[in-house]
């Protein structure tokens, strides 16, 4: 924990000492320690730290590398920890809120159908044959994206499909599967229990957040 607060620290450094603001690399050390900052900032984005928070953390920083008074003595604890744990809730509430008013105009367009899980699913395409289930596993063209528009999967520009059983992948995802044919296509809106849940994936779907996945599904390899 002790090393994760100094590398927020240092990004601090980098970002808001005001006799360096805005400055652009130029050298190849120079944008080396560019670099540093931007990897430290992505390790620590659990912190979600505002830029009035930034100004704490370089007051802390700056005091401890030029030896100066301290503001005040204080040992790393779980309170930091706390502290991170309690933003995080507050975030995850405030996605939550934005992915319920979003699953309720997604359940308003037309042809959808709401499910028991509350898995939103809309055929685009109607397939032939019969359905897969939780033993099978699947061929599929995959694209997902966040409520913002931000892809995160993309088999078509991969040129690659997916293959995996249907029983060991998301709970949207299988249950949208179970609802198809081979050669069917459907969109899947999932409520975030069915998708990423507490945990996001990445800044295109955070914690809490609703998840868009458009399916095709090509094949079904039958378990023995």
């Known amino acids: 924990m002790r090393g994760a607060l100094v590398c927020v620290a240092m990004l601090s450094l980098l970002s808001c000492q005001k006799e360096s603001a805005r400055v652009t690399p130029e050298t190849q050390e120079q944008k080396l320690l560019y670099m540093f900052g931007v990897m430290a900032a992505r390790q620590r984005n659990d912190f979600h730290l505002t830029a009035q928070d930034l100004e704490y953390v370089y007051r802390g920083m700056r005091d401890q590398v030029r030896r100066e008074k301290r503001a005040m003595e204080l040992e790393l604890t779980d309170e930091v920890k706390e502290m991170v744990q309690r933003r995080k809730q507050a975030l995850m509430a405030q996605e939550q809120q934005r992915s319920s008013t979003f699953l309720e105009q997604a359940a308003r367009e037309q042809g959808v159908v709401k499910t028991q899980s509350g898995l939103l699913f809309r055929s685009l395409a109607e397939g032939t044959g019969p359905s897969p289930t939780v ?22 520009k991969e040129g690659m499909p997916r293959r995996f059983p249907v029983g060991r992948t998301l709970r949207c995802l299988s249950e949208g599967l179970q609802l198809m044919k081979v050669g069917g296509k459907a969109k899947l809106v999932c409520p975030t229990e069915l998708a990423f849940n507490v945990v996001g994936l990445g800044k295109q779907v955070p914690p809490g957040a609703a998840v868009i996945f458009e399916l095709e599904l090509l094949e079904i390899v039958r378990a023995e």
Request: net charge negative; aromatic share 10%.
């Open 135 to 156: 033993e099978d596993t699947v061929t599929v063209h995959c694209r997902g994206v966040g409520m913002n528009g931000a892809e995160f999967a993309n088999s078509y």
